[in-house]
């Protein structure tokens, strides 16, 4: 068999390891991330010289996340009329065992944020 391919556990460390030490893709990131820094240092010196690309690029940003916290309130209300649609095509006894499995489980859910935002 060849060296590496046993599926060993040292096998797989030894080729994670030969895997972090390439020398080319740790200077391909290196390099990478002083040209990011470049471009950014770049960016901030033309938004420092023109407020108002500045505001307006910080304008643009907020009615994208708004737009984006639009489109997902939509998904949501999307999904609860179809849940809701689903729900009414039940016989009314499935309807009203799902339904309080459906709140049981919200409930849970809502009391597990609740517990994590503390």
Known sequence: MAEGSSGEP???IMKSTRDLLRPEELVR???RDIV???IRRHLEK???EDPKL???LKDAVKDLLEARAREYA???RVGAATARLGLS???PDVRRALTEDIVNLLSKEIGH???RSL
């Open 10 to 12: 040292i096998d797989l």
């Open 29 to 31: 990131e290196a390099t």
């Open 36 to 38: 990011k820094e470049e």
């Open 46 to 48: 033309t938004l420092r």
């Open 54 to 56: 500045a505001q307006d």
């Open 74 to 76: 939509a998904i949501v």
């Open 89 to 91: 095509a039940l016989p």
């Open 113 to 115: 944020i609740v517990e």
